[in-house]
């Protein structure tokens, strides 16, 4: 296989917030933004947006052959991580897995949820939008997510305040897979 610049991918991604369930762009709009009705851009981030994939296989052996002779997959786990480089109550809010805001005149507060451990957490949904090969669009679609990183607010005085994010991705349904990925091809 030959190596084609065209093919190398480099440049930043978009994140977007909505509703667990939220009307999802389709496969044809990969390169337009979503809609703001359904969907909240998280504004800029910091040392770009990573979707990782985990896998882990238990390994099928017998006595007689050394080697592996199988796997079967036991476990898969996605992650979109990222810091938030707009410190608003937005996105701590996000990052908190929601809560109580409320605002008045020349002001706003935030709440976080105090809740007991058998309560349901508030899963939303998650876009990336970032690039693909050709400088076309990539979008990835996390259908159920949490935040499951610590949140912090860390004020220093030669560095930018960030909000680290760590969204976990959840299982849906046999019919709703918990992400999608599409590429613009033309």
Known sequence: MAVTATNLIQGPATLYQG?????EPTDTAVNTTPAASAWTDLGGTQDGVKLAIDQTYS?????????RVGSRLTKADFTIETSLA??????????????TAASGAGWKSLDPIVTSSATQPNYFATILDGYAP?????????????????????????????????????????AVKPFHIVDQTT
């Open 59 to 67: 390994e099928l052996e017998v006595d007689q052959i050394t080697l």
């Open 134 to 174: 050709q400088q076309f669009r990539r979008r990835v679609i996390a259908r159920k997510v949490l935040n499951v990183d610590s949140a912090e607010l860390a004020y220093t005085k030669d560095k930018q305040t960030l909000i680290p994010v760590k969204l976990a991705g959840h299982y849906v349904s046999e």
């Open 86 to 99: 707009e410190a608003t109550l937005e996105n701590l809010s996000m990052v908190l897995n929601g809560g």
């Open 19 to 23: 509703a667990f369930g939220a009307l």
